[in-house]
């Protein structure tokens, strides 16, 4: 029997940056919902009311407001949150800081908003999610 | 044994030897006879022949006329009383030279209407009268010295008397020279300085030299700043006999100094303020124009194929000119980030390094960039220098008229800095544009024609002058082309290293 295919958690406060992520899925031929967050306490509920949910992958923007992507990521590890899904940060070129401060916390890499696509497929890998249109499990 | 007469007075010969030695003159005058008589010592000091005969007259000619009222009243004087004199006078030889004599007679005691005798002698005190001329010359021109000083001077002696004071030190007291001079340092000082200063005191009479600095409250409020020497004054046995006391108003060049201080504390705020600020805009501004572009991009993505009007040619417009924002701001941030830190010291291989840049700006094929064999290895920051070598380079070859030509690098060594000079065939700029190529923002063609922020040679100055350098420009050789000089601040690399033996010289245009 053929489940539908996990989703894959966003969260980012840009518009242009979501659908930025969004093409690229598209590009790569990735069939996948994508569940957007506007900032870390929006994606933390998601987490929170619907653990049934469980993404196949998450993806934090760094600057958000009211919750930072950081600080959502610290919650999710003191809170045992999601525990098996694994975490990339979305960076900018020369944020070399912020990815330290994400390595930190057990993410399992990060992608550079310049090179989207090709960092999303390498996210995708990492998450067992690939190639495209592969049905989990 | 035999004797000399000289008049009625008779003299041994050892005497006469006696006298000799010592440099004294004897003369008698014996009143009875009018006979004169004098020894060879008197003659050589009068100048008066052995041979010849002498009287007072004869002898009263060689005095300096100047001294001879004086003289003759002396002599009178003791004629008149039996008595003695002493006189010192000035006697003029033939030849226009001038003896000093300390001359000193006797009146032998007689009755009244007697003829009366008369003995002397004469001492040549000429080299005596000469060391105290100088002496007087030396504590003249001491005191000139002291006087014309632009400070305060003030001499104690060991028991802390005041024995000297300068013109200038009583008019700063505003008190007469009689209250100070020979009076008691703690007068001048006031009593509870002077028990302050005491230790400090027996320090330099004991042979130590001290200065400090200090601020005296002044009458009205205000204080001035004094720099203070205290000087041991040493005997020609080195016993310390007393201290100089030597102050200078150095109130002015205090407040110059704090001014200063402060002012260049207010430069390196407000430049520190620009560079964050451009830092600041610069980065901030990129993250909508990324937007920008990206919007542009799936727009041009959406309408292929959509032939419209003119929305293709305007989206490619709109497509080069975010490109152009996006490199203006990348150009800003580099220039106000080329102040900052750039990397550790290291060997550079300026040859190499240039090689490098040509192979990283892929010239259009008719371009040949020659990197000399003069170019030197430095002990410099790499990035830096890199950047400013490769604008240059960028620059000759962007703005080339034909896409055809060479891009000579090289370089001399100029003391402490190396000389290094971009050549192109180019264009050439002309002369009135020697500043403003330098500015910001300032290009010398449209953008249209020639992409550029006009950042380019801003960055390369600012670059270049904050590692102490220079940079200018003249046309090439034959009046074609342009090279753009400028010096870096670095050592060689070493001497043990390979140097390139066969560097052509430069030919330095300008």
Redo the contacts between chains.
Sequence with gaps: MSTPSRCILLADD?Q?DT??FV?ALQKLGVERQVLVARDGEQAWDLLQTAPALTPALIVLDINMPRLSGLELLRRMREQDTARGTPVFVLTTSDDESDRLDALELDVAGYIVKSSLAAGLQRALVTAGAWPAGERQS | MEETRIGTTIISTELQGLLYITGIGVWNYDGATGRFALDDTCRELFDLDPDQPTSLALMRERIHPDDLPAYQQAVQTAMASSGEFAIEYRAVRRDGSVRFISGRGRVVPHLPGEPIVVNGVCIDITERHTLEQKLKTTELQLRTLAESFPGLFCYVDRDYTVRYVSDRYVEHIGAPREALVDRPLAELTGKARFAERRSLYEQVLAGTSHSFEEGRPMPGGSERHYAITYHPDRSLEGEVRGFMAIGIDITELRQIERALQQRTAELSRSNQDLEQFAYVASHDLKAPLR?IE??VE?LHEDLAGYEQGEVQENLGLLKQRTARLNRLLDDLLAYSRAGRDSGEVEVLDTHQLVTDIATLLDPPPGMRIEEDASLPRLLTRRAPLEQVLRNLVNNAIKHHPTRQGVIRVYAERRGEQALFAVEDDGAGIPPQFSEKVFQMFQTLKPRDEVEGSGMGLAIVKRLVELHGGRIWFHPGRDGRGTVFKFTWKAPPASAADPTHEHAEPLHSAG
Excluded: T
């Design positions: 840009d242009i659908k930025a093409r | 937007a990206v919007l799936w």
